[in-house]
C-alpha cells in the first residue's frame, strides 16, 4: 500500500503520486489496545503532514464528484478548512450485501498542531467503515 490516505480503490492512479508527494505519513497501530467497552480497537492512528488543512488540498476530485462527507453532511466545496473531531468520510460503493448501505473509508481527526512546514494532523483511520448510502 503506499503512503496515500485514501485507497487504490477510491481515486485513480495519479491522484494516488499525488498523495505520495503531499503527505508524509507515520502510523501506530492501536489493535493492541482496548477501548473503554474492552473490545480492541479498529483503528489506525496515523499523523499527516500537510501544508494545509485544506480538504482541496488532497481530495480534489472525489469532493467535485459528492463522494466526501464531513460530519454527514456531503462537501463541494473544496475550500472547507478540516476542525477537530471532524469525521470525514470517502465513499468506496454501495454495500454488496445491502444498498441502502455504503463501504467508505472514514477518518476522525484527533488533533492538529501547526509546524514550521505546515500542519501536523493526527487521524484515526478505518480502511473499510459501513455507513448509510448518501449516493443512492
Not at 496515500?4 to 503520486?17: D, E, F, K, N, Y
Amino acid at each position: 500500500m503506499s503512503i496515500a490516505v485514501i485507497s487504490r480503490t477510491a481515486l485513480p492512479r495519479c491522484a494516488i503520486a499525488t498523495f505520495s508527494r503531499t503527505f508524509r505519513v507515520s502510523t501506530q497501530v492501536l489493535s493492541q489496545e482496548l477501548s473503554d467497552d474492552g473490545l480492541p480497537k479498529d483503528y489506525k492512528l496515523k499523523t499527516l503532514k500537510a501544508g494545509s488543512r485544506r480538504l482541496d488540498t488532497q481530495v480534489e476530485k472525489l469532493i467535485l464528484g459528492g463522494r466526501v462527507r464531513v460530519n454527514e453532511d456531503v462537501h463541494t466545496k473544496k475550500s472547507y478548512n478540516v476542525q477537530k473531531e471532524d469525521t470525514i468520510d470517502v465513499w468506496i460503493g454501495p454495500c454488496s450485501e445491502n444498498k441502502q448501505l455504503a463501504d467508505v473509508e472514514r477518518y476522525e481527526i484527533v488533533d492538529y498542531e501547526v509546524t514550521e512546514k505546515g500542519y501536523d494532523i493526527q487521524v484515526k483511520s478505518w480502511k473499510k467503515f459501513l455507513v448509510d448510502n448518501w449516493r443512492g
